[in-house]
């Protein structure tokens, strides 16, 4: 007897945001992310950058905004974050500032973001330990004081990069189903009711 046929999962679409300052990295994790690439002098983004990304063994595809950390960019950046379904905020673990920046991000999404949404917490540049100036207990106690994912990353050595981005693929809540009827055999059949849409339908 042949095994039940199993319906394909619908590839999950899911918008993905980076948040953070100037200078943390944010496009360079994006970069050496989606297109394997590093490159030491990394132009500033103005405005916001768009790339996509398919996860395969996850069925997501990310939709990703690389957003500016300029102070003039500030007002610009909830047009990008709002429908997103996850968020990665990004600080230099050499940069007290850029983590305290950090934080006003995790408090302006945690006011004005979605509920739902899939927070994460990037202390990028960990290639530069030697130059650390946030330490990975402070910045980890201040994500599970938050319920922020957290992760260490180096964009220069891909360190955790893709760790990163595929944890986040896999936190993202699961659509469902619609419900289906199955004959045996694997073949599909439709429910009476649209059936008899059909059969009323003028041709």
Known sequence: MAAPVSELAQQQT????LLGEMGSGKSSLVLRYVKGQFFDYQAS???AAFLTK????LNVKFEIWDTAGQERYHSLAPMYYRGAAAAIIVYDITSP??????KSWVRELQRQGNP?????LAGNKADLESQRAVSVEEAQAYA??????YL???????????????????KLPKPEAAPRQVQGGGIVLENQQAQDRRKGACC
């Open 116 to 120: 739902a949404m899939i927070m994460a």
């Open 152 to 170: 260490e990353t180096s964009a220069k050595t891909a360190a955790n990069v893709n760790e990163l981005f595929e944890e986040i693929a896999r």
């Open 97 to 102: 500032d850029s983590f305290t920046r950090a």
């Open 144 to 149: 599970a004081e938050n319920g922020l994912y």
């Open 54 to 57: 398919t996860l395969p063994d």
């Open 45 to 47: 983004t103005v405005g």
């Open 14 to 17: 899911a918008k993905l945001v």
